[in-house]
């Protein structure tokens, strides 16, 4: 776990939300998505919740002294002046479509791309050869799948600052300086990230980071992850050159939605191979957009929905949540839909959507073919 805080605490920060909480959430959902067999797994992960408490508004203390006695009202026939209602929150569907490729370099393969916004896209990068362990959902024999080595971020024009690309060092991490370069004759930077083991000093891990122009007024990142060999800058180099384009395609789901309350929207969307990931499928929903559309949308994001689907019902969770059906945990704002060997996580986070809500929307999801990834859905939500 100290390995995925050190990563996410190097990733590029947004312009905020850069606090402990910030940085353990998406630990949390690093942790998720590399699927590595910890404890009862990815599950596990996802039944953490994380709730905030309200606080209690009054007013200044009288002192005991009475309020000054207030002359009586006239009567009117007017009507009441109507109440001030806030106006709706606009909703701005978001079309989760890329034109991005996967392709191959090397050792190295990226994507495709798996995760989409209104501001970025995502591209998962692995290195043959470098695989983690995954429990079955008997929490038997492991399954290998590959593990991913680094990020490509590709952000919409004009979204990404590049002030943005550096990184917080500590014990064990050292960030280099930035240093200018070119990739295909438009303007880059570097930096590299020495990691020293706390449990042997000796053993260093040098990775290269990258930020490019891959087109007019767009760039993209590459960030490692601290789960892999080095990464010298000529292979983040080589990876980069790499970026390709294709006829546009769309991130899709495999069900529909038949209740989401007023002004809900998706905002971000995450499809993976199953022979990748068994975590195959991730919605994250919000009340209208996000404002800023270079900000992360993860598990810390104010107020968000997630509902994510999971190939396996995990091992070691209690067989009264392995039944068909739908179940709910009262005051968690949390519900699991069982389907087959296929299990789906609804969770909300921030408050914003009451458990009634969430299950009124884990009892409206309309399955599709959860196995088959060529039938899904286009997101219209």
């Known amino acids: ?16 939300r850069t606090t402990t909480d910030d940085i353990i959430g998406r630990a949390r959902r690093s942790q998720i998505w590399r699927n590595v067999a910890l404890g009862s797994g990815v599950a596990a992960c996802l039944a953490v919740v994380v709730t905030v408490p309200a606080l209690a508004l ?3 203390d009288m002192g005991g002294a009475q309020p000054a006695a207030q002359p009586a009202q006239q009567q009117s026939s007017a009507p009441p002046p109507a109440t001030p209602t806030d106006p709706p929150l606009p909703v701005k569907k978001v079309a989760f479509r890329t034109d991005l490729a996967g392709y191959r370099i090397g050792e190295f393969q990226v994507g495709p791309p798996a995760y989409v916004t209104a501001g970025y896209t995502e591209l998962p990068v692995y290195r043959d050869g470098v695989v983690g362990l995954m ?43 930035r240093y200018p370069m070119s990739i295909e004759g438009r303007q880059a930077w570097t930096r590299d990230w020495v990691y020293t083991s706390p449990v042997n000093p000796k053993k260093k891990m040098t990775m290269a980071a990258l930020a490019w122009q891959h087109a007019d007024g767009a760039w993209a990142t590459l960030v490692p992850n601290f789960n892999s060999l080095d990464l010298s800058r ?19 789901v495999p069900y529909r939605l038949s209740y989401l309350p007023a002004n809900w929207q998706a905002v971000a969307v995450r499809q993976n191979p199953a022979a990748n990931r068994n975590l195959i499928s991730q919605v994250f929903l919000h009340q209208g957009p996000v404002a800023d559309p270079a900000a992360r949308i993860d598990d810390v994001l104010p107020g968000n929905l997630q509902i994510s689907l ?4 995990g091992a070691g969770k209690a067989e009264s949540i392995k039944k068909e059906g739908v179940h709910c945990t009262p005051g968690k704002a949390t519900c699991a839909v069982i389907h087959g060997d296929y299990r789906i996580d609804l969770y909300g986070y921030g408050g914003t959507l009451s458990d009634t809500e969430i299950k009124k929307i884990a009892d409206g999801l309309q399955l599709g073919d959860l196995a088959h990834q060529n039938t899904w859905y286009k997101v219209d939500f």
Request: hydrophobic residues 35%.
């Open 135 to 177: 429990s079955t959902p008997q929490g038997t024999s492991p399954t290998m799948l590959p593990v991913e080595i680094a990020t490509i971020t590709v952000y919409a024009k004009d979204v990404y600052d590049t002030a943005t690309f550096g990184g917080a060092g500590n014990a064990t991490l050292a960030i280099g300086q």
């Open 58 to 60: 009054t007013g200044p």
């Open 234 to 252: 000529e292979q983040a180099t080589k990876i980069a050159t790499g970026l390709t384009t294709r006829t546009p395609v769309d991130l899709k």
């Open 310 to 313: 999971m190939k396996g019902l």
């Open 1 to 16: 776990m100290q390995d995925v805080l050190r990563s996410v605490e190097a990733m590029p920060p947004p312009p905020s």
